[in-house]
Each structure stands twice: as structure tokens, then as C-alpha cells.
């Protein structure tokens, strides 16, 4: 099982963007899915969540902004970010808890870079 996030980039202050995280291989069931990101020097942070059903949580700075989505057909799940500051700035890693036919067990994507500046 692999996960892999794309999407990332420059953007100006004001600006979108919008990530993708796609899983593959042996997969029988996607669980919850999130987004983090992690400044250098700063501990990960969760951004945003999805569950099985749809339910969805951000953190508080990104409401109203950021909105996070998932297509089961297509194993992915997307983060849509309007209005983007200069402090979301960072790696975004997605994460998500995947079935196999054997095992349950959560797995990271590798990091896209978020760079907003003017």
C-alpha cells in the first residue's frame, strides 16, 4: 500500500491550492483519512480530518478555508486551500487508515510543499 500526495507549489498571499492524496495496491477498505503539516523546527500538525462517512474537522486557523473531500471509487482524498497566508507555509503530509485483506494500519504520504509568498 502506498499513498501519494502531489499538488503542491508556490501561490501568492490570497491564492489556491489543491492537494491530492491517492492510495494503491491491495486495498479492501479506506477509514479515516487526514491532512497534516509540518513547519521545520515545529512539530506535525493536523489540519484537517475525514472519516468513512464524511464527517469532516479542521483546526480552528484554517476554517472557512481549507476544505478536505475523499472519493472511495478512486481511493483519494483532496485538501482545497483558498485564501491561502503565508503562515500556511509548510509540508503537507497526508495519512490515512487503510485495510488490507490482513491487516488495518495508518500510512503517511511522502510531503508536498506549500509555499505561499508574494
Known amino acids: 500500500v502506498q499513498l501519494q500526495a502531489s499538488g503542491g507549489g508556490l501561490v501568492q498571499p490570497g491564492g489556491s491550492l489543491k492537494l491530492s492524496c491517492a492510495a494503491s495496491?491491495?486495498?479492501?477498505?479506506?477509514?479515516e483519512m487526514w491532512w497534516y503539516r509540518q513547519v521545520p523546527g515545529k512539530q506535525r500538525e493536523l489540519v484537517a480530518?475525514?472519516?468513512?462517512?464524511?464527517?469532516?474537522n479542521y483546526i480552528v486557523s484554517v476554517q472557512g478555508r481549507f476544505s478536505i473531500s475523499r472519493d472511495d471509487a478512486k481511493n483519494t482524498a483532496w485538501l482545497q486551500m483558498n485564501n491561502l497566508k503565508p503562515e500556511d507555509t509548510a509540508v503537507y503530509y497526508c495519512?490515512?487508515?487503510?485495510?488490507?485483506?490482513?491487516?488495518?494500519?495508518?500510512?503517511w504520504g511522502q510531503g508536498t510543499l506549500v509555499t505561499v509568498s508574494s
Open positions: 495496491g491491495s486495498i479492501f477498505k479506506i477509514g
Open positions: 480530518s475525514i472519516s468513512i462517512g464524511g464527517t469532516t
Open positions: 495519512k490515512a487508515r487503510i485495510t488490507t485483506i490482513t491487516e488495518t494500519n495508518e500510512y
